[in-house]
């Protein structure tokens, strides 16, 4: 539920540009298919992604690279396991909301200074 608190923490800030356009029937959205959407991310964690560690017992390695990635060391996709209690903690680092609500079976996929960031529940993700 929403509250006055929680609207004016995440969605009173939110602005939208009023040049931008989308028209979404234009658009090939046809990779958010279940089934298309989960070849491609076991794809991207088997072949590209690199393990940076476990939150919160490897944090000060994980927020360095969610700071500012070694994209040379570590390339453009970093997989990250968390236990999920410690989300709260990730998503105020990284600037989003604390609900878990985008992810797909225990992973969340966010993309930022050019990296793809893979979160993975230590204990319940089947990709892991």
């Not at 994209?71 to 989300?87: F, P, R």
Request: glycine share 4%; aromatic share 14%.
């Amino acid at each position: 539920t929403m509250d006055q608190h929680w609207y004016n923490q995440y969605l009173r800030p939110m602005q939208f540009h009023k040049e931008s356009h989308v028209a979404f029937r234009e658009l090939d959205l046809s990779y958010l298919q279940k089934e298309i959407y989960e070849q491609n991310l076991v794809q991207m964690i088997r072949d590209q992604a690199k393990f940076v560690g476990v939150f919160p017992r490897d944090s000060s390695r994980i927020y360095q690279q969610l700071n500012s990635p070694e994209s040379d060391k570590y390339g453009h996709v970093l997989l990250i396991a968390y236990h999920a209690y410690h989300w709260a903690a990730i998503a105020n680092r990284i600037g989003v909301l604390e609900t878990q609500r985008t992810r797909h079976k225990h992973v969340i996929v966010i993309r930022q200074h050019g990296v793809t960031y893979i979160f993975a529940n230590v204990r319940l993700c089947p990709y892991l």
